[in-house]
């Protein structure tokens, strides 16, 4: 009795270690062949630098933006009139060097 008990034991080991094996191997062919898939021709070329040009825009003070009023008048009144537009005129340039002076610029 003792013989046919180690005897089943023995087989049962063979067994179990067999289809441990058998797993192993399939585990194993599972792998290679899902690596064999991800394997192409591929040909690498070297990146090439690509420039990007951008422009960040300066908020303008709203005092800059305002708009200047034009003196008009009867041709009677000419000297002042033109005196007048002459001073919008000096207020105007200088509006623009204000803006020139904020971005930057030359004034």
Known sequence: MRS??????AVIRKTA???VCRMRAS???LIVLALSGC???TVITKPTPITVETIRLQAV???L???HPVAEGPLSLC????SDRKRELE???AYKAAIRSQHGGEQ
Request: hydrophobic residues 50%; charged residues 5%.
């Open 91 to 93: 207020a105007c340039n």
């Open 27 to 29: 585990i194993g062919l």
């Open 65 to 67: 933006t305002n708009p």
């Open 17 to 19: 270690l067999h289809a």
């Open 4 to 9: 046919s008990v180690w005897l089943l034991i």
């Open 61 to 63: 003070h709203d005092a």
């Open 79 to 82: 000297p002042w009139v033109a």
């Open 39 to 41: 394997c192409h021709d």
